[in-house]
């Protein structure tokens, strides 16, 4: 869950993924064991607020002591701008269209 000024705001979830998963869904190029994350807020007055990438940055934090994982990323919309905007701020970057 994520919580802001002590209300539950949101949630993360992460699974790593295997070159099977990888490969029938024609992800070819993402090595196995890596990280797929999602995130949503879903409290309305929470959105906008930065708290998607500063939730973001403490689970890629905590991902990154496993050095086991190659890759950390997330899908979403071509249409979901805020989203792509969140997720550039936490450091992330396009790998595909
Ligand atoms: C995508 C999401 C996790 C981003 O988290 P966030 O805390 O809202 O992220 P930010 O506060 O950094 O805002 C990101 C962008 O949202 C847009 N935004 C700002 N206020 C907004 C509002 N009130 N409503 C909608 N979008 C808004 C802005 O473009 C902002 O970018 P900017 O700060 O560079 O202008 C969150 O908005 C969300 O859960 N949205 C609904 C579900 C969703 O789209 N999940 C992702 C599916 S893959």
């Not at 002590?6 to 992800?27: C, M, N």
């Not at 196995?32 to 403490?58: C, H, K, M, T």
């Amino acid at each position: 869950m994520i919580a802001a000024n002590g209300a539950r705001v949101g949630y993360l979830r992460w699974q790593v993924v295997s070159r099977e998963i990888l490969d029938s869904v024609g992800l070819e190029e993402i090595p196995a064991n890596s990280v797929d994350i999602d995130i949503l807020i879903g409290e309305v007055s929470y959105v906008g607020r930065g708290i998607g990438p500063q939730a973001l940055q403490l689970l890629i934090k905590r991902l990154r002591e496993d050095a086991s994982h190659p890759m950390l990323g997330l899908t979403t919309s071509v249409h979901n701008y805020a989203a792509q905007r969140a997720y550039r701020k936490a450091g992330f970057r396009d790998l595909r269209e």
